[in-house]
């Protein structure tokens, strides 16, 4: 069973800067992609950023060029750099992953990003 542990979430001024990280433990040998999703107040799950494990990336829309995501496959850890932060991103951050031959998503319990404006 593999857990996930985050931090890095808080309250930050708009074009402001914030840094997530998310650290895997436990039998992580079969994780593929990670990354994270995020649930703003009254609205769907969304993904954010992803990257596999051999270190290709897709961001959503919404946050190309202002978010870079980048893992350690020796520490099973992964990061979010989040710059240039809107109140729009204000949401609840997911650390999630992947295993080979399975759609299933494994979740970490989420930390909260505010943005003010």
């Known amino acids: 069973q593999v857990q996930l542990v985050e931090s890095g979430g808080g309250l930050v001024q708009a074009g402001g800067s914030l840094r997530l990280s998310c650290a895997a433990s436990?039998?992580?040998?079969?994780?593929?992609?990670m990354g994270w999703y995020r649930q703003a107040p009254g609205k769907q799950r969304e993904l954010a950023a992803i990257i596999t494990s051999g270190g290709s990336t897709n961001y959503a829309r919404s946050v190309k060029g202002r978010f870079a995501i980048s893992r350690d496959n020796a520490k099973n850890t992964v990061s979010l750099e989040m710059n240039s932060l809107k109140p729009e991103d204000t949401a609840v951050y997911y650390c999630f992953y992947d295993r080979l031959g399975s759609t299933s998503l494994y979740w970490g319990q989420g930390t909260q990003v505010t943005v003010s404006s």
């Open positions: 436990g039998s992580s040998s079969h994780i593929n992609a």
